[in-house]
């Protein structure tokens, strides 16, 4: 049971506005104008620690613009690290969770107001965001998650057993034993807010790697927290590299847990792991990951072809296409496709892809120089391909950043790889049916994808609406109807899903709480039995 004040339902954080001319535009330019390279530490036991191992982060952007230092830890400060989490775990745990919560509020208070700026431009410049999308991000979703995760570790807690007048019952919430490896992403800032942050609001320490690319901004995040009343090595920050960090962390017999977002390859390499090693631990591991996607868009013949063409420019070419839930296949009948083929080509035209720091820029840079090469060669291979039509786009450059223009293509064959396989870039694949085989095309949908998260569908007749969500029952975690399938909002949209795409446990929710607790169960007997015998 909790103790203390009793948290009330939180509200969304609302969005800051940056239009040309306000405050906030002008001190966020002042931000992105900053040409100091911040040296971001590891973190051990609330130790910065700064090594000769320092990876540089340019902005992918402008690749010649370097805009941080990781000092990377080596592989004893990684034991470290786990030692410190484990020296602590009983203290943290012991706090109780009404503490714990006020940590996570205060952290969401000062992100929203003194850190903003500041981390919404750390995001921009490494992650190559505009403030359209790094806003809802760093500025939003990361503060709803620290609410959020508040909340509902409250009512988690508040789930009790029945106790009756001759014996008390209750549930101890206790976390889990060892510390939780929590591995994050470079395209979400509040991602790894969450992904370090849920599995320590309900008592456990934490081991948290950000990617490379987001670790500026993750530090900052870091930095909130520990301003907040974090204690030192409840969360231990080490930005060390990927294969060195995951395997000193998975060779601990400590490792109680992981919390990832990633590539279905990575995480499928650690279950792997866990499992081929699961005698050596202490407790069976908890796995929770968020990984790739294939989301589909399908619309029905009786669809608004205006809402589905701005539905598709927004969802698959925002943050150039590189969110797990961003349309990368859509299903389009012949009807309503020459007009939202026209309306592809128009809107597209006038998009604008350049320096993120440019309030008409509506596209940055792709990530990085192998995900600009993978998909160069994608594009050029579909160009080449007698079965693929070029609808919009197609373009690559490197210089000065790594620039994909979004591109649209029309496939004639549906099991093309390029319905299939994930990109992770500004590329939409069309595929267009007979407005007579929409029954046929529901089940090419559902058997097309080994991914399964998230998924929209249009249509202005419920009978359709009704049977594509029956059919398509497992083919996306997250469905949306009339809607794009990006934009999840914590507390309104619990995000994850199936298949291929992880472990659908439900950021920002109770559900992915639970998952980081070993609940113990006690019974007291108040008038314990004084007869061996069996009274009949």
């Known amino acids: 049971m909790i103790s203390g004040p009793q948290l009330p339902f939180p509200a969304n954080e609302p969005e800051w506005s940056f239009a040309p001319g306000t405050d ?56 470290e690290a786990i030692a410190n989490a484990r020296s602590v775990s009983r203290d943290w745990a012991d706090l109780s969770l009404a503490s714990r919560c006020a940590i996570l509020h205060r952290a969401a208070e000062i992100i ?5 700026v500041d981390i ?31 909340y509902n570790a409250q009512k988690v807690h508040a789930e009790q057993p029945l106790s009756v007048p001759s014996a008390a019952n209750r549930t101890d919430w206790r976390p889990l034993e060892g510390f939780v490896y929590a591995v994050s992403p470079f395209n979400f800032t509040a991602i790894g807010g969450n992904l370090s942050t ?6 456990n320490t934490v081991l948290w790697k950000p990617s490379d690319k987001s670790a500026w901004a993750n530090y900052l995040c870091y930095e909130a927290l520990e301003e907040a009343g974090l204690p030192a090595g409840v969360i231990n920050f080490v930005p060390g590299e990927a294969e060195m960090t995951t395997r000193v962390a998975m060779a601990s017999q400590e490792l109680a847990g992981i919390h990832f977002t990633g590539s279905s390859a990575v995480f499928n390499s ?73 309306q592809l080509r128009e809107r597209l035209a006038e998009l604008q892809v350049g320096d993120v720091a440019d309030p008409k820029t509506f596209m940055g840079a792709v990530i990085s ?19 693929v039509e070029l609808i919009s786009g197609g373009r690559t450059w490197a210089d000065p950043g790594y620039f994909v223009e ?70 996306a975690g997250n469905l ?15 995000f994850g899903g199936g298949r291929a795409s992880g472990t659908n446990d439900k950021a920002g929710s109770f559900i992915n709480l639970m998952r980081w607790s070993s609940p113990r169960v006690v019974k007291e007997n108040y008038a314990p039995v004084r007869d061996w015998k069996f009274q009949l």
């Open 270 to 342: 650690l279950w792997k792991q866990v499992a081929g090693n699961v005698e050596h631990y202490r407790s069976i591991p908890r796995l929770v990951g968020e990984t790739g996607g294939k989301d589909f868009v399908l619309a029905h013949a009786s669809a608004n072809a205006d809402a589905v063409s701005i539905a598709l420019v927004r969802a698959a070419f925002g943050y150039q296409g590189q969110k797990c839930s961003a349309a990368s296949r859509a299903y389009i009948p012949k009807s309503l496709w020459p007009e939202v083929s026209r």
């Open 480 to 494: 949306y109807l009339n809607d794009k399938p990006t934009g999840a909002m914590v507390g309104q949209q619990p």
């Open 406 to 475: 979004p591109t649209v293509f029309r496939v004639q064959d549906p099991k093309h790889l390029l319905m299939q396989e994930e990109l992770f870039g500004p590329v939409l694949a069309v595929y267009v049916y007979d407005d007579s085989a929409w029954d046929e095309t529901l089940t090419l949908i559902d058997g097309t994808s080994r991914y399964a998260l998230t998924g929209s569908i249009f249509s202005n007749e419920r009978a359709a609406l009704h049977q594509a969500e029956a059919v398509l029952n497992f083919a």
């Open 112 to 116: 929203a107001t003194r850190y903003r």
């Open 198 to 203: 849920a599995p320590a609001v309900m008592g």
């Open 24 to 79: 906030a535009a002008k001190q966020l330019q002042q931000a992105l104008a900053r040409r100091e390279i911040v040296d971001v530490p590891t973190v051990i036991g609330g130790k910065r620690l700064y090594s000769d191992d320092v990876l540089e982060v340019r902005a992918p952007h402008d690749h010649q613009r370097v805009v941080a230092r990781i000092h990377r830890p080596n592989e004893a400060q990684v034991k």
């Open 369 to 387: 120089e192998a995900s600009h090469a993978k998909l160069t060669n994608a594009i050029a291979a579909a160009k080449a391909d007698s079965g």
């Open 120 to 150: 919404n431009a750390a995001t921009m410049l490494g992650q190559s965001k505009t403030i359209e999308e790094a806003e809802p991000d760093s500025g939003c979703e990361l503060i709803d998650f620290f609410r959020f995760n508040a």
